[in-house]
């Protein structure tokens, strides 16, 4: 008739509320857990990262507290220590907070030739983690940095897929024809749905 909602116990907790007061959740350190990934689930499961609150300096602050031991500042997103992929036992997994999981995964499914299934079973397994943020459901596979207009042709370029790939914010896409949509285009999709939009495929060939 007893049900144990954890396993550790917990040493430290403090209310936590936003700038208006109102209560958001108790924060909460388990015995046995470094305190920046407590702190990092506690975000992610009250959504305070898409608020846009101050992660960093919440670690900070309560890793000042005396009771408090902080071991590192980096956290871990994602942590199984016997993960598997398909029918592929690879053993430890760690994903670390500035991390998507979705690469991580492609990568792996690379490394080992194993199929998109695969790789979106267990994404679908690890995301449905309230604690494990998600941003993208896509891998990014290639990026380009330092991108100017000049590596673009107003008509007919073959290797126009490869150039947009990983591109979010570029002002100067303003100056083409249907700059404006395609800028909005990029900075609201992923770089594979991007290169294989309709509208996209017919400027680039």
Not at 4 to 17: A, G, L
Not at 19 to 29: A, C, R
Not at 101 to 114: A, E, F, P, S, T
Not at 123 to 148: G, M, S
Request: with cysteine; charged share 30%.
């Amino acid at each position: 008739m007893v049900i144990c909602k954890r396993r550790q116990p917990v040493y430290f907790s403090i209310s936590i509320n936003d700038p208006d007061g109102v209560h958001i959740n108790m924060l909460e350190l388990k015995h046995g857990n470094e305190p920046v990934d407590d702190i990092f689930a506690f975000f992610a499961t009250n959504g305070l990262f898409k608020k846009k609150w101050d992660f960093r300096g919440i670690v900070q602050q309560i890793c000042a507290k005396p009771s408090v031991d902080c071991n590192r500042e980096k956290a871990v997103k994602y942590f199984d220590n016997n993960f598997h992929m398909g029918n592929k036992q690879l053993g430890k997994l760690v994903i670390w907070e500035d991390e998507e999981v979705v690469d991580v995964l492609y990568n792996i499914r690379m490394r080992y030739n194993m199929t998109a299934h695969d790789q979106r079973m267990s994404l679908n397994e690890i995301c449905k983690k309230p604690e494990v943020p998600c941003n993208r459901v896509k891998a990014i596979v290639y990026r380009k940095t330092q991108i100017t207009k000049l590596d673009y042709e107003r008509y007919g370029n073959e290797t126009c897929k490869r150039q947009f790939v990983g591109v979010k914010h570029l002002t100067s896409f303003s100056e083409l024809p249907f700059g404006k949509v395609i800028s909005k285009m990029l900075k609201e999709d992923t770089a594979v749905s991007v290169s294989l939009d309709e509208f996209f495929l017919g400027v680039c060939y």
